[in-house]
């Protein structure tokens, strides 16, 4: 090897190495989760942008289950102040993010946005992408935003509400609404193609509609008789037409009980 060529080498294996060190990615082992914001921080980044720039990561318990086919590549937490969902964009969530399970989030750089009264955050979309936040789409993914922070399991509690004291202060979190019947044409929970929206409605005339989707392993049940109670994740939307009103969203046809 002449003293060029020499050189050359020394020179290559500098540059390697300094590559190396700048771009080795972090092991899981280095990557802290120690929660500093609440739930309730998050609306407030929102209101300042579309991007969470901040350094900022909370925790919250599972609320919702895609293991009855309503859910659908999403998952919603909450805390003592708030409620988020997350566009995790993968199938059987509940297997790796069952209900009741806590999750830590860590937020900077994730795009915000709000969907029926509901906070959500994703991916930044590509420039041609019409949304606002995108799926993370891959476990890998994920993982750099997601962490299950024990195996233990505790049970969400909802809220207990009657129907005419909701409020979009509580959109995205888990509710029970006592005292309905269901008070629409429709007998079964979902037909169709496209999400379906029954009207239950309780002894003062107050109304709130459940959001079922025709691919729920429920859809072609029928609608109970006589009163019930509903627990599910709440959203304020368009449930007729373009009228906005208060929508639950149901796990499966266990949250309804008499």
Not at 77 to 97: C, K, N, P, S, W
Not at 219 to 245: D, F, N, W
């Amino acid at each position: 090897m002449n003293r060029l060529h020499y050189i050359l080498f020394l020179v290559t294996l500098l540059f390697a190495g300094c590559d190396y060190d700048r771009f080795d990615p972090i092991e899981p082992t280095d990557v802290q989760w120690i929660p500093n914001a609440e739930l309730s921080d998050v609306r407030h980044s929102f209101a300042v942008a579309t991007t969470i720039r901040e350094d900022m990561i909370i925790t919250g318990r599972v609320t919702s289950s895609d293991e009855g086919g309503n859910f659908y590549r999403t998952l919603t937490i909450e805390d003592a102040t708030g409620a988020l969902e997350l566009m995790v964009g993968m199938d059987y969530l509940y297997r790796t993010y069952p209900v009741g399970s806590q999750l830590a989030v860590r937020l900077q750089g994730l795009a915000i946005d709000e969907y029926n009264g509901v906070l959500r955050v994703g991916l930044q979309p590509e420039k041609w992408d019409y949304r606002t936040t995108s799926y993370m789409s891959h476990p890998a993914v994920a993982d750099r935003y997601i962490y299950r922070t024990s195996s233990s399991l505790v049970a969400p509690t909802p809220e207990r509400l009657a129907a005419g004291e909701l409020t979009r202060r509580l959109c995205g979190r888990l509710v029970t609404i006592e005292g309905v019947h269901a008070d629409d044409e429709a007998t079964t929970w979902a037909e169709g193609s496209a999400p379906c929206f029954r009207k239950f409605r309780d002894a003062k005339g107050d109304s709130v509609y459940v959001q079922t989707s025709p691919y729920a392993r429920f859809a072609e049940k029928e609608l109970p008789a006589g009163e019930v109670k509903i627990t599910g994740v709440l959203y304020y939307g368009a449930a007729e037409g373009s009228r906005k009103a208060f929508i639950i969203k149901i796990n499966d046809e266990k949250s309804v009980a008499r």
